[in-house]
């Protein structure tokens, strides 16, 4: 299969270069298995480049007046919805995701830069009246040079959404896409290279161990955010202590509830699972609600209802619209599917729906598995402790509020939870008990505009997208103005 991308180059200062030793990584489609494009292996030379060439850049960027600075970010969201097309192409191809909902990534791209643009001049610092004859004041600094390390589930939506907090901050950034799925960055390098100033967006491919390792440990780089697996997380915060101090926040997986109460409409609490589990992206999100505890009267009536559901979900070809799930990201997550599969069944967990790699025209290669529902399950099994980050949806059963909210709060993970129910008090109590960063009543999987995300236990440090985000990538600054 012919490329679906020619654009091979990494953005480095300004210039888009190949590797210093001329090296590159292959990138394949999950869905075939075919070789589709291919992305430089940055170098630790190139790593120091970048950085470099972000550290000389951002003192100019951080002078340009809000208005400036934020103009600059608003026409670097016209020019990428001008190639929205052409990047949704190349992101279904090479992540595996359904294309209907994965064109509202460039959106969401660009819906961020236009809003930190806005909330620049929120960049205020404060007086305080420590004294009465002097006066004392603190502004906000960026920090320099900020280092964005993204996973692969959505990947151009998080180098640009992700990234347009620090840039609004003053910041210059150095973005470290996701091997598996590196191929739309490599259209980003090009259009920032035309929309930012030189030097403020940089970009280097790799793998985590070799580019990755060498931003966390680069010396210029104080601030660190990273999206990823909690894995990864602690050995960059080891990797980031072992050489200085510095600024990480990570956003990382979740295990996440979705509790339904006796009062609710089984056909609404059958819908938000599936829609909960975002199978559209083969449930590799990290705020899928992947637990679903349903109160012991509803429980058999809704269990049927989403096996139903999850059965109607369509498997194919991820650029076909009509599509309701495509092939995980990777052979690796191919593999640790499967694992969980057969970890199901030495647990006891009944199998309702799926646990297989489907049959048939369509299915011969690439990484696919069915959408699977598992009932039963408990707290004593993987499939309930362990983030699987793939189509699999753990049912379990509950009696008292109380008994829900144990269950609820009996994984190391806090990132998601969810909470249905018809009556108020019930909702908002449980929702108060629930030890997790984001949660929705009566909602699901939806993430809005300024509204913080981010995790609770070992979902994360930090919270993103909303003005906290922003406000992350700087430093305070006090100034004590002693008068004479
Ligand atoms: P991953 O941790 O394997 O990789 C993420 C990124 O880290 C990649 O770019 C990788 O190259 C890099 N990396 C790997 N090792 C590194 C190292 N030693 N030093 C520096 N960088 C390194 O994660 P993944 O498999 O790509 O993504 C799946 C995980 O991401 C899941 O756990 C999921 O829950 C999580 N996630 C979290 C959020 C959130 O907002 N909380 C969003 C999406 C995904």
């Known amino acids: 299969m012919a ?35 291919r992305v430089p292996r ?37 020019a990428l919805r001008a190639r929205a097309e052409e990047i949704l192409r190349v992101e279904v191809a090479d992540t595996g ?30 007086t305080i009246p420590a004294t009465h004859e002097n006066l004392h004041m603190t502004v906000r600094e960026p920090y320099g040079v900020v280092v964005r390390i993204a996973p692969f589930n959505h990947p151009l939506m998080f180098a640009v959404a992700r990234t347009a907090a620090a840039l609004a901050a003053g910041n210059a950034v150095v973005v470290k896409p996701p091997e598996t799925s590196p191929l739309s960055a490599m259209i980003l390098a090009e259009i920032a290279r035309d929309a930012l100033p030189p030097g403020v967006f940089n970009i280097v ?28 997380g602690r050995a960059i915060q080891r990797a980031a202590a072992d050489v200085a101090v510095k600024h990480v926040t990570l956003e990382l997986g979740g295990k ?38 349903l109160h012991e009267d509803i429980h058999d009536r809704v269990l049927s209802l989403v096996i139903d559901k999850v059965k109607a979900i369509r498997l194919g070809d991820p650029q076909d619209p009509a599509t309701g799930m495509g092939p995980v990201n ?16 030495k647990d006891g967990a009944r199998l309702m729906t799926g646990g297989r790699r489907p049959e048939g025209a369509g299915f011969e290669r690439g990484f696919w598995v069915e959408p699977t529902v598992y009932a039963g399950v408990e707290p004593g099994m993987r499939l309930w402790q362990e983030e699987v980050f793939g189509p699999i949806l753990s049912v379990g059963k509950w009696k008292t509020f109380d008994e829900a909210v144990e269950l609820a709060n009996s994984t190391e993970y806090g990132l998601t939870g969810a909470v249905w129910s018809n009556d108020i008090n019930n909702a908002l109590r449980m929702v108060r008990r629930i030890r997790a960063g984001h949660t929705w009543v009566n909602g699901c999987s939806a993430h809005y505009l300024g509204v913080p995300f981010g995790g609770m236990k070992n979902s994360g440090v930090g919270r993103e997208e909303g003005i906290e985000e922003m406000l992350s990538y700087t430093e305070t600054k006090t100034i004590n103005i002693v008068l004479r």
């Open 3 to 37: 490329y679906v991308t020619q654009a091979d180059r990494m953005l480095i200062g300004g210039e888009l270069v190949h590797a210093s030793d001329g090296a590159f990584d292959e990138s394949i489609n999950p869905a075939t298995e075919e070789v589709i494009g």
């Open 42 to 78: 940055a170098t630790v030379a190139d790593v120091d480049a970048a950085v470099t060439a972000a550290d000389a850049a951002w003192p100019a960027w951080a002078e340009l007046t809000p208005a400036a600075r934020g103009r600059v970010l608003r026409d670097f969201g016209q």
């Open 97 to 126: 995701n359904t294309i209907t909902p994965m064109r509202g990534d460039v959106g969401v791209a660009v819906d961020s830069l236009d809003y930190y643009a806005g909330l620049i001049h929120e960049l205020k610092g404060e």
């Open 205 to 232: 491919t790799g793998d985590g161990r070799t580019a990755g390792d060498a931003l966390v440990r680069h010396p210029l780089v104080k601030r660190i955010a990273f999206i990823g697996s909690p894995a990864t």
């Open 256 to 293: 996440n509830p979705l509790i339904a109460f006796p009062d609710t409409d089984p056909e609404a609490i059958a819908d938000a699972a599936i829609r909960g589990m975002n199978f559209s992206w083969q449930g590799q999100s990290c705020g899928s609600t992947s637990r679903l505890l």
């Open 330 to 345: 990777s052979r690796m997550q191919y593999d640790k599917v499967l694992a969980f599969f057969e970890a199901a069944k």
